[in-house]
Every structure is written in C-alpha cells, then in structure tokens.
C-alpha cells in the first residue's frame, strides 16, 4: 500500500476522505500509544509517591469531599461517583476495587482509607457493593497529600478540563514502599513488597546524612519487607541484600506456626499468620484436598478456628510425626509457602519506566521531598510578602489615624488620595478601606506589629533555608522524623510484623513410608480409564465399563507401590498407585494424571520395581536393554527413553531373547548381545525386508521355546538351533503351529 508522505502535495486527501497507509506502521502507531498509556496511566506506580493514578484520583476526591481522618464517613458510591465523573471516566466497579483494596488491612501496611462496612476479608470474599459502605481518609493519606493547597506540586486539567487534578501528591513518606506496589503493563511488569516505614525513614535519613551510602549499609537498616500479614521471610542476608541492589529478585514467605500442647503427649500444629496475598479459604481446600488424595499421609486433619485473627489447625495421624518434618512437607506442595518476585520497576519522575534499586527508589523519593519543600516555601515566602504588605498599610494608619479618617469622611476619592499622600499600594488602601471600626482599638495596633515582626523573622529563616543546601535537608530530616513518630514503631500497629530468619534444615521425609500398604487390582480400560479395586481380585472377573469401552491391562499392586506407563512415544511416565481413584465408579482419565498425549497409545503398565532390567524396543526392530532406575520419571510430562514408535518394554530374563517379525520370521540370539543404555534408538534386534517387528520374549535356552497355540494349548519347542544366529540376522520362519498373530503369548 501506498504512503501518504510520499504523495504528491496535490494528492493529499481532503477533511473527510479515506487515508490510505501502510497497515504495519497504523498498527505499530497506535500499539505504541496503547502501551504507553497502559505504562504511564494506568499500571506502573510514581516512584515519589507511591500511587497509580486511579490511587491518586481516589485520595483527592476524597479530599475535596472533605472526608478527613477525624471527620464523618460518606457513601463509597458517592466517593466512586465524584473520582469517575470529575477525575477518572472508567468504570464504577474499577474504581470502587482500587478504593477497597486501599481500605484492606490485610492488603495495605499503612492502609490509606478507612472503611466502615465489609470491606472484605482474607478469606478471599468480595466487598459489600458501594451502597452498603462508607469511607474516610486515613491520617497516612492525609500526610500523603500535606501542601497540596501550598503549590508544593503541579497540577493539570482533568480529562474534560473542567477541574485540575495533582500530577502527583506531596508524600510525607515514602509510600512506594511502605505499601508496595504491584500491576502488569505492556511488556513489563511491577511487584513492589511493603515495608516498615519506622525502617524506611530511618534509610531516609541515612542517606540524606551520607549520599553515597553503600547498598549493605541500607540492607542493614532496612532487613527486608514487612508484610501486613506477618510470616517468615526465609532468605539469607546475601539474597536480600542482592535483590535490593539490583531491584530483582525472590524472596520466601512462610506462615507462621507453632505447636500446642493438648497433655498426654498430644499435640496439634497452629497456624497464626498466613503468606501475603494467599487467601485462607483456598489455603484450607488446598490443605483438605492433601488430605483427601492422601499426598501428605502424616497430616489426618485441618480444622479453621479463625474469628479475627488467624488460626488453623493441623492434626498430625500420630503423636510420632516430627513437627518440624511435617511442616517441611506441608511447605512444599501448599501455599503455606510462597515466593514473592520482588521487582521494583517503577516511573521515574513520572515518565521513565526503571527497574530501581532500594537506594534509587529512596533517592528519587527523597529528591521529590527537596522539591516539595522549595515550592512550599517559596509558597510562602509570597504568602508573608503579601500579609506584609497589608500589615505595613495597617501601620502606616495607625500612626495617622486622625487623617485618614477625615480623607474617608470629606474626600470624594479617598483612595486616590491616600496612596498620593502617604505612598500606599492599591493593596495597602484596599485593606486600609476594608478595615472595620472594632480594628482601630489600640490593642490591635501592638497585635499588628507582633505579627509583622513574627513574619519578618520567619521570611528571613525561610530565606536563610533556601540559600543553604544543607538547612534544606536538615529540614526534610526533620519532617521525616515527625512522620516517623505518628507512623513508627512507637505508633499503634507500627512494629514489624514479619520475621526475618533463614531456613533450618529439615531432614526430608519420606513419604512412602508413611502410605498404608494395602493390596490394590489396578485397571486400566481400552479408552485409558484407569482404577484401583481394594484387594487382589481376579484378574478375569467382569467389570463395568462404559459404553463403548472394554478391558486392556490389569495387574495386581500395592499403594505404596510406583505405576510405570510407557507410552507409544517412548516416553515413561510415573504415577503413585495410592493416586489412583477407588473402583466403585469407572475411573478416570489416564491422561489427565500423566501428560501423555492423545495421539500416544499406552503400550505397557506394570509396577516398578528395584533392580530389574527391562528391554524396550521400537515397531522399527530397535531396541536396548535400561535398568529400573533409569526409567523413574520426577514430572508429569514424564521421561523419554526409547527414541522412536515403542512396541514393548518386557523384564529381562534367562539368557537369550526371540524376536519375531511381522514376516514371521524368528530369531533368537544371546541377550548379552544387548547394550545397556539409559536412553537412545538402540540397536538393530532383527533385519527385516518387509514390514517391522511383531514381539519379544526373554527365554531361557535349556528350557526351550513355549507359545500358545489356535486351541490354547502350550507348545514346546526344545531343538531352537534351527533359529540361534547373530543379533540383526533375518532369522528363519517361525515353527509349525506359531500363533498366526506372530505373538509368544
């Protein structure tokens, strides 16, 4: 397609016609809008306050319904109705979410607004609607936005320009990461943990009284995050430290527990505080589907005693069990524990998306906090020039007090006058006119002079500031220390609530030796339908199926037994018997256990077993012989071995091997003319001409070769040395009355 800045001046399209370009650069155009939208606007929190804009909305509509700390409670659907129709046009729902989430104490360290009504809860349930709610400021949002009247930032018309909104608020404290932060974008991400703001304040400081401070000095007075949901953060210092310096990294995130004591030797586990961000009602299903598929066999209940505070209880099936050993097992398969992907990817200056490190975020905090007090004093600087001003007038009155009331009783243009007669400003003879009789009292006049000596000595500490670098910083200590006493550890709620300790080792447990060994007949149907019946049952009784579908394999087994499927795609997969489901239904789905795929059959199906020597071999008549410890697959997708179309896998046995082709053709040679592999082709078993091979069997030489025949009877070959020859032979034809099928059995 043709481009428009190639056309000729004449050709250009007029208002109203189609524009013809090319469609990789309109798609590239606009994607690129889209994402730096998405960045900027919507997912990626300000590193100098900590917000989105959605946040930033919320918090100042609030304000301006004047909905203070210490003030009433409004509707939220009043709150979300004011943030969407004057600051934010998006969706009440969204809008409401972002604001609940603020008003969650178990979602926000310093929670930023404060709800009255079901705000949710850690259990993972929603909020009321926004009809049923109410909500306020919190005194952590109020400082967030001290100096917005003080032009301590910019601000901009909102999105219809009728109103103006903050670029971004004032922040009293680093709120990046006292709160944290997390959101997608496009092509990046964030995920920002909270922190203890007594601890953040405390690096603040630090670093405004050394600026070059190392990233271990910071580590060392901010440990790590502090989550409003307690726990144990399981990380070594060097892990920390390393995460914080590059702005990357994973941290561990245990619940916290402890055993109490029952007497007579029983005891049970209880659980007081849960990871940040899991939900407890899923946590608890998690912990009862454990139980139920018997994964953790050692834990026999869990119970949720939680009323305000968090309280599981885990049974262990024995007083024997070690606490510590069932907590390890617990941590690796529940969300008792987590992994939080600490990534401090935040806008720098509100435009530049950067991955910072713990120092470049408090820096670009701290930078903001300097030029938040420049324009605030500066603010008011002008604010003392002007009352000044006023206050000079005001004096100048007084001292002709007796003339400047016949100039406003006799003059027909007193001000006119005034201002010729006595030098005043416009402002100074409005203030003078607009001066009610009550002022003239004598007392007034000592109070104007205090006044205009207090500010005379407050311009000059303000001026005094602005010209040295170090009074500036002295100052911002100074409000930053105040922050940390209404907020801090002294504060209610504002010690640290996550532990910070490494991992013990815990000696792994082994969880077969706690599976009830009982006796099971595993069934598997044509269509992959697998069960296992209790007890050893006959292998030939009739069972149900579903329509359609018959039997395939059925062997006897134990639970603590280990299944081996083999698949047609020469992949083995493991599957734990006590996982199979009862034999009262018809089953489940093999491939829903294993991730064999649809179009690989299932070709054998036996318990693993210590020790044992297996052959495999390919339809193309290759094959190997793999030990039992080869084949044990760690993962669902399980273990390739065999590469090819998979015919067999049968135990090694005796001392030779017959192979029959589709030819019918029968060979038999030493089995010690096999390799032992761990994984391959393999090597030639028999040469064909036509077609591949048919079966296998291990035999032992001196005993002969046995078949059944067309009437089930068993046939016994002894004189084989009409078919000994060399491995990858063509052997000769089968004997009379060889099963037509070309099978052994």
Known sequence: ?????????????????????????????????????????????DARDGLKPVHR??????????????????????????VMGNYHPHGD?????????????????????????????????????????????????????????????????NYDGTLEEPVVLPAAFPNLLCNGASGIAVGMATNIPPHNLHEIVDACLHLIKSPDA????????????????????????????????????SLRLRARWAVEDLGRGQWQIVVTEIPYQVQKSKLIERLAELIQLKKVPILADVRDESAEDVRIVLEPRTRAVDADQLMAALFRVSDLEVRFGLNMNVLIDGRVPKVCSLKEVLRAFLDHRRDVLLRRSNHRLDKIAARLEVLEGYMIAFLNLDRVIEIIRYEDDPKGVMMAEFGLSDVQVEAILNMRLRALRRLEEIELKAEHAALTEERAALQAML?????????????????????????????????????????PIDMDSMIEREPVTVILSKMGWIRAMKGHQPLDAELKFRDGDGPFMAFHAETTDKLMILGANGRFYTLPANNLPGGRGM?????????????????????????????????????????????????????????????????????????????????????DELPEMVRGKGVRLQKFKDGGLADAACITLAQGLSWRDPAGRTRTETDLSEWLGKRA?????????????NKFN
Not at 729 to 741: E, H, I, K, L
């Open 1 to 45: 397609m043709s481009d428009d800045t190639n056309r000729p001046k004449d050709d250009q399209p007029e208002d109203g016609q189609n524009v013809t370009e090319q469609l990789s650069r309109a798609i590239g155009e606009r994607y690129l809008t889209y994402a730096l939208s998405t960045i900027m606007n919507r997912a990626l929190p």
């Open 57 to 82: 909305r919320i918090l100042f509509a609030m304000r301006e319904l004047r909905l203070s700390s210490g003030g009433a409670f409004r509707k939220s659907a009043k709150i979300s109705g004011d």
């Open 93 to 157: 729902g969204a809008i409401y979410d972002a604001m609940a989430r603020l008003a969650q104490p178990f979602v926000m360290r310093y929670p930023l607004v404060d709800g009255q009504g079901n705000f949710g809860n850690i259990d993972g349930d929603n909020p009321a609607a926004s009809r049923y709610t109410e909500a306020r400021l919190t005194a952590a949002a109020e400082a967030l936005m001290e100096g917005l009247a003080e032009n301590a930032v910019d601000f901009r018309p």
């Open 214 to 249: 190392r990233d271990e000095t910071l580590v060392s007075i901010v440990p790590g995050p502090d989550f409003p949901t307690g726990g144990v953060l399981v990380e070594t210092r060097d892990v920390i430290a390393e995460a914080y310096r590059t702005g990357r990294g």
């Open 467 to 507: 010209a040295d670098e170090g009074a500036q910083w002295a100052r911002i200590a100074e409000q930053l220390r105040e922050v940390r006493g209404q907020f801090g550890k002294s504060a209610p709620g504002g010690q640290r609530r996550t532990e910070i300790s490494e991992a013990g080792e815990v000696a």
């Open 587 to 671: 089953g489940e789905p093999l491939r829903l256990m294993v991730d064999l795929p649809n179009d690989a059959a299932v070709i054998d199906m036996f318990a693993w077993r210590d020790g044992v020597k297996y052959l495999v071999a390919s339809r193309a008549g290759d094959g190997f012989i793999v030990n039992s410890a080869d084949i044990l697959a760690q993962t669902r997708s399980g273990k390739q071995i065999l590469n090819g179309e998979a015919l067999l896998c049968r135990v090694i046995s005796g001392d030779h091997l017959a192979v029959v082709g589709d030819n019918r053709k029968l060979l038999i040679f030493p089995l």
């Open 729 to 741: 032979t063509a052997g000769r034809m089968a004997p009379r009355g060889f099963p037509r099928d």
